[in-house]
């Protein structure tokens, strides 16, 4: 399924270089970007990727965008500013219908969103550690203590205790973050969705997004550098560090090369 079918980028220069988001696109040959059911935003650090993510996710409305602001040049806020200047196309249904909405589930989902909630796992960890140690140490034995968070005045304690028992890696963390809040039928905006993964993880995630996409009607559009996911989707991908964001098959992208390269010079290690 294709939610949203194409996007624009503002092409307005305004005389101040270094006022953002304008500055990230300043002096870029940039044609609309025409999305497929995975399309991905390839670009190393600071090319611009996420923004990118976040004014498509803004001139959307989608669910988990962040406004930002510019303080430094006045109040006039740029950002927006620039969102409105943008332009997008929605696509069809399976009836050839023009789509006039997107659906009510579809969302941004950042990296800062996936370490936040591995973050917040490992409080809830140590917190139940710390819980019942100060049970134990005010006098009562382990038992006494499981007992009390078994009640109904430490059931919320108990939960806590069940997950720490379960000792969930970050990795682990972020795969069931994602088996959890991925749903059919939506329109998903993954900003390094990678984070914390393993290589067999990052494919594996890679795997579903492109079953996701084929079977369950979601269209996603991600922002990533890692070699694993690239190689891995079904994806149209556009070259951020390029001047004029050329699609570029992933085996031609610099990070990947570099992948390449590396393990070519020390194959040795390897027989």
């Given at each position: 399924?294709?939610?949203?079918?194409?996007?624009?980028?503002?092409?307005?220069?305004?005389?101040?270089?270094?006022?953002?988001?304008?500055?990230?696109?300043?002096?870029?040959?940039?044609?609309?970007?025409?999305?497929?059911?995975?399309?991905?935003?390839?670009?190393?650090?600071?090319?611009?990727?996420?923004?990118?993510?976040?004014?498509?996710?803004?001139?959307?409305?989608?669910?988990?965008?962040?406004?930002?602001?510019?303080?430094?040049?006045?109040?006039?806020?740029?950002?927006?500013?620039?969102?409105?200047?943008?332009?997008?196309?929605?696509?069809?249904?399976?009836?050839?219908?023009?789509?006039?909405?997107?659906?009510?589930?579809?969302?941004?989902?950042?990296?800062?969103?996936?370490?936040?909630?591995?973050?917040?796992?490992?409080?809830?960890?140590?917190?139940?550690?710390?819980?019942?140690?100060?049970?134990?140490?005010?006098?009562?034995?382990?038992?006494?203590?499981?007992k009390y968070l078994e009640s109904k005045d430490g059931s919320k304690q108990m939960e806590y205790i069940m997950f720490a028992q379960e000792k969930y890696s970050n990795g682990e963390t972020s795969m069931q973050y994602f088996d959890n809040f991925l749903q059919p039928d939506a329109l998903y905006l993954l900003d390094e969705p990678e984070v914390s993964l393993s290589p067999a993880n990052q494919v594996a995630l890679a795997q579903e997004i492109n079953n996701m996409a084929r079977w369950l009607d979601c269209q996603f559009i991600i922002a990533t550098h890692s070699p694993f996911m690239l190689g891995t989707l079904d994806a149209k991908i556009y070259n951020i560090d390029s001047k004029e964001y050329a699609v570029t098959k992933w085996s031609d992208l610099e990070n990947v090369r570099y992948f390449y390269n590396f393990f070519k010079k020390n194959e040795k290690e390897f027989e």
């Open positions: 399924m294709i939610y949203l079918r194409s996007f624009q980028l503002s092409d307005f220069q305004i005389s101040n270089p270094h006022i953002y988001p304008y500055s990230v696109f300043r002096d870029k040959d940039i044609e609309p970007f025409v999305f497929t059911p995975v399309t991905v935003f390839y670009g190393n650090n600071g090319s611009g990727k996420s923004t990118l993510l976040n004014i498509i996710a803004n001139k959307l409305e989608l669910k988990g965008r962040e406004n930002e602001t510019c303080h430094s040049y006045g109040m006039a806020n740029y950002f927006t500013q620039f969102c409105l200047e943008c332009s997008y196309r929605l696509g069809e249904d399976e009836l050839g219908q023009k789509i006039r909405h997107l659906p009510e589930n579809s969302h941004y989902i950042k990296s800062e969103d996936i370490l936040y909630e591995i973050k917040k796992i490992q409080q809830q960890q140590v917190l139940s550690d710390g819980m019942l140690y100060d049970y134990v140490k005010k006098g009562m034995t382990k038992e006494e203590a499981r």
